[in-house]
């Protein structure tokens, strides 16, 4: 019995290490990619195979960026935008967790509201910006508005339509042994959704950043939203490239920081 235990943690240590080797040969080959994209980019730049004044080059950009550190511009938007976005952000998603679970709550409810919501999901919602500014007047609460109302809706559907996929057998389960509906909700619908919720934070922070970043175009005279704005006017195509590279990585830091939270409450 023992020596089949063994054999099995043994297989399951070679398991793991493969998993990291793997894992590392991934990033390895993600590097790769990436410095063979700004290499190209660079050379071809210099050369002037790609227009320089319309798509700039790594090494312009890097020295903008210093520049706007030194000057403090770019801390200064980098901090209002990024503020703005995970507001959005977490106003978004916890909203959209109420309304949905107000709708698993009451079906009579979700019958009615069903068909808006699907109309509310369709519709452009970058098109209500304007109409967001003008009754919240142009500020930060405008621009976080924008980026709530393209989150908001597919949050509520999203989670909604997983609280409803919960196997009923839990529930009866669980009410056979006398528990309320409230208790039938925590135990058994938010544990078996708890994925579909994280995948849906994953999401949001996509989104909450585009809300923003729209939100910031209309109204907006701070933030990497304005910055681009201000590059295309100007034709400083290089501060357009600083500023959506500043974006993907705070995009990305913000994506990581919830995939880390899912590992932690998982392995919790």
């Excluded at 023992?2 to 991934?26: A, C, D, F, P």
């Excluded at 729209?214 to 907006?220: A, I, K, R, T």
């Excluded at 704005?229 to 600083?242: A, E």
């Amino acid at each position: 019995m023992n020596e089949n235990r063994n054999k099995i943690e043994l297989l399951h240590q070679n398991y793991l290490q493969s998993l990291k080797i793997e894992k590392r040969w991934v990033r390895f080959y993600q590097l790769i990619i990436l410095a063979f994209v700004f290499a190209s980019w660079e050379l071809l730049s210099r050369m002037q195979w790609i227009d320089p004044l319309i798509f700039s080059s790594p090494n312009k950009i890097w020295k903008l960026f210093f520049e706007k550190i030194q000057d403090g511009s770019l801390a200064a938007n980098l901090g209002v935008t990024l503020t703005e976005t995970v507001a959005s952000f977490i106003i978004a998603t916890a909203l959209g967790v109420i309304i949905a679970a107000l709708l698993w709550w009451s079906p009579m409810l979700s019958n009615i509201l069903d068909p808006y919501l699907v109309i509310f999901n369709a519709m452009p919602k970058v098109a209500l910006g304007p109409v967001i500014i003008v009754a919240l007047s142009p500020g930060y609460t405008s621009i976080i508005a924008n980026g709530v109302i393209i989150c908001v809706i597919i949050t509520a559907i999203v989670v909604y339509t997983s609280f409803k996929e919960v196997d009923p057998n839990y529930l009866k389960v669980l009410q056979t042994f006398g528990a309320t509906r409230f208790q039938c909700f925590k135990e058994a619908i938010i544990p078996a959704s708890f994925p579909t919720i994280i995948s849906t934070l994953k999401v949001n922070v996509g989104l909450s950043w585009v809300g923003v970043i729209v939100g910031e175009f209309l109204v907006s005279s701070r933030g990497l939203g304005y910055m681009i704005i201000y590059g295309f006017q100007v034709f400083n195509f290089t501060l357009v490239f600083l500023s959506l590279f500043v974006i993907a990585v705070l995009a990305t830091v913000m994506y990581q920081l919830v995939d880390l939270l899912e590992k932690k409450l998982i392995k919790e």
